[in-house]
C-alpha cells in the first residue's frame, strides 16, 4: 500500500498521542532513540518474567528522566498479595509521579498469590490510595484464546465500573493485530455497549514476518489466509520484515466518529530503535 493513499488529516488524528512498550531490558533502546520520540510520550513498562520490581521501577524512572510519562503494568496473576503490590507501588513512587498505570490479569494459568485477575487489583481500592489518575485496561478485539468473548465483554464492563465509582480515569489498550475489520467491528461494539473512554489501537512495528507470526501465534492473533494475503505475509518463506503500514491504512481510512477517540500503541517487536524509525519516516512520508 502506497503512503499517498492514506488521509493526512485522519492518519493524524489516528497518530496523534501514539504510546509505546518496553521491558527492564530495553533502557539502553530508549535512550538510543530518545531522539526520536516526542517529549511526553506515554511509555509502558511490562511486568514480565524475568525482571525484579527494582528492574522495573529503574526503567520507569529513565523513562521519566528522559522527558517521557512512563506507565508501569501490573500484571494480577503475578503479585503474591496485596502487600506486594503496595511493596511495588511504595518503590514505584520513590522513583517516579506515578499517575498512570496499566493492569492486565496475565500470563500464569493459575495466579502466584491472591489476585486472580485484573478485576481484584482494581477493586482492591489500593490504586485509588496511591493517589493513581488513570488506569489502562486491556482489549481484545479478536478475543483471547483461552476466555469467551462473553466473559471478556463481562470483565471489560466490571472494570470499567469499578474505575467510574472510585473515580479514577481510565483508557484501553489492545493486542496487536494484521487485520483492521475486527478492530472496527469491536470498537462500534464497545461505543455501542456505552464505553466511551480512549482506546489504543496495538500495532506491531516493524519486524521479521517469522518474529510477527511467533508472537501472533502466542497471543491467539489471526494470521488468516486473508490477512496473509492482504499483508503480504509469507509464511513459505518467511523473509524480510512487516511493518504495520496496511493496518494503520485500513484504519485511517475507516474510522468514523462511531468509532469514538482513538489512538495507536506500538509493540516494538523489531526493536525499539527500529520502530521508532520507521515511526519518523511514515510520517515525513505523510506530512504530519
Known sequence: MA??????AALARLMT????????????????????IPQ?????????????FADRAR???????????????????RLLDPDNLREYLDLLKTKIDLKHVFVIAGDPNEPLGTFEDA????DSGILKDYGIEHVGISGYPEG???ITNEKLAKAMHDKVASLKRQGIAYSIMTQFGFDADPVLAWLKQIRAEGIDAPVRIGVAGPA????????????????????????????????????????????????GEEHGQVHLHFYPFGGLVKTNEW??????KQGL
Do not use: W
Not at 17 to 36: C, F, G, Q, R, W
Not at 210 to 219: G, P, V
Open 3 to 8: 503512503h499517498a493513499t492514506l488521509d493526512r
Open 17 to 36: 498521542d501514539y504510546s509505546l512498550e518496553i521491558t527492564p531490558k530495553d533502557v539502553e533502546a530508549l535512550e538510543n532513540a530518545a531522539h526520536m
Open 40 to 52: 511526553g510520550t506515554l511509555i509502558s513498562v511490562t511486568f514480565l518474567p524475568g525482571a525484579e
Open 59 to 77: 526503567a520507569a524512572e529513565r523513562i521519566q528522566q528522559l522527558g517521557f510519562k512512563p506507565v508501569p503494568h501490573l500484571s494480577a496473576r
Open 119 to 122: 478485576l481484584a487489583v482494581i
Open 144 to 146: 483471547h484464546p483461552d
Open 208 to 255: 521479521s514476518i517469522k518474529t510477527l507470526l511467533r508472537f501472533a501465534a502466542r497471543c491467539g492473533v489471526g494470521t488468516s489466509a486473508k490477512v496473509v494475503k492482504k499483508y503480504g505475509l509469507s509464511i513459505t518463506s518467511l523473509i524480510g520484515n512487516a511493518g504495520p503500514d496496511p493496518v494503520i491504512g485500513d484504519l485511517t481510512a475507516q474510522l
Open 279 to 284: 515511526i519518523v519516516d511514515f510520517k515525513k
